[in-house]
């Protein structure tokens, strides 16, 4: 009987301790952050395009010989913000003292998000826009007016294409 | 494990302040070097084949016209500074087989812009000149000397245009 109640005694001991030892253990927290800024990345399938010699009446408007421009913009943005990809011409086209103005380049465009447009020297035109984060592909085809009227020659232009994401 | 809350507190503060807000603008560009190829060209279109003189009294009709003008369409591609340029020249005199008609007999009236007058030759004579390239359109109106002296018959010269873009 005795050993018992030294037994309960002992129970009760252990009891009572335990919620103490449990208030003595240290509840902490950690803040993880991931930073996603905005970053864009721009691919052009090639860094040249060549318009070829043709009859005005039989080909008014040329394409490049080398096909379509494939386009890969890779871009990161705030939710809802636009994204951009322009083109502007650093100059029009010239051959030695002669010009022809860069509105001679026109375009046509596939795939979401892709427009047609009018090249200029003055400002960028829009190729592309979309909205939020995202990898776009597209493809542009570039094409020159040919008239009767330019004189002859090798004329050249360096179109600047650029990726905005604000 | 205060030591480890501490840590993870100082590690999160040094992302926070070491990362790019994310609101900063990210642009990417691109650039294409395009080239046109323009050589020059010639394109000579006649109205018709062939021209007519119908039949006449020389007293009252010294000059002969021919039945229709003939239309001359001239596309032509050359360097800025160079003269496009169109010329006439007989094969040889009106000839009906048996008796000739000197080809200094033929004249021809011209309208149209950088078209003009002239005589006919067994050498180049200018119908039409102009600098630089583009379209022009003229018509050519041939007129014969009728004289009683002519044998009567049929002639026939054959006439080549040439048309020169440099």
């Known amino acids: 009987m005795i050993g018992s109640r030294r037994l309960l005694a002992a129970v009760l001991v252990w009891t009572a301790a335990a919620p ?38 039989a080909v008014p408007q040329i394409p490049t010989s080398s096909g379509p421009i494939l386009i890969t913009a890779k871009s990161r943005a705030n939710p809802g913000i636009l994204v951009v990809l322009t083109l502007q011409a650093a100059d029009d086209l010239r051959s030695g003292v002669n010009i022809i103005p860069a509105s001679n380049i026109t375009w046509t465009a596939t795939g979401a998000g892709f427009v047609g447009g ?16 995202g990898v776009r592909t597209g493809s542009q085809q570039l094409y020159f007016r040919n008239l009767w009227t330019h004189p002859t020659g090798t004329y050249t232009v360096s179109l600047l294409y650029t990726l905005s994401a604000p | ?41 010639a394109k000579l279109t006649l109205g018709a084949a062939s021209v007519t003189f119908n039949d006449a009294d020389p ?11 003939l239309s001359v369409d001239v596309k032509a591609r050359t360097a800025a500074a160079s003269t496009v340029t169109l010329t006439v020249q007989a094969g040889g005199d009106l000839d009906n087989g048996s008796a000739t008609i000197g080809i200094n007999n033929l004249t021809w009236a011209a309208t149209g812009t950088n078209f003009v007058a002239g005589t006919m030759a067994t050498t180049a004579s200018t119908l039409a000149s102009y600098a630089g390239g583009g379209n022009f359109s003229g018509l050519q109106t041939y007129r014969l000397v009728n004289s009683w002296n002519y044998a009567t018959g049929t002639y026939t010269a054959t006439i080549t245009y040439t048309l020169t873009a440099p």
């Open chain 1, 118 to 133: 009018t090249l200029s020297k003055v400002a960028p035109v829009t190729v592309a826009t979309w909205t939020g984060s």
């Open chain 1, 20 to 57: 103490a030892a449990r208030a003595a253990a240290q509840a902490s927290t950690a803040t993880l952050s991931a930073n996603v800024g905005t970053i864009a990345k721009l691919n052009l399938s090639t860094a040249t395009a060549s318009f070829p010699d043709a009859d005005p009446d």
């Open chain 2, 1 to 41: 494990m205060k030591k480890a809350v501490w840590c993870g507190a100082i590690a999160a503060a040094a992302i926070a302040l070491c990362s790019t807000p994310a609101f900063a603008q990210a642009t990417a560009t691109g650039s294409v070097t395009v080239t046109a190829n323009v050589n020059a060209k």
């Open chain 2, 59 to 69: 007293d009252v009709t010294p000059l002969l016209t021919a039945t229709s003008a």
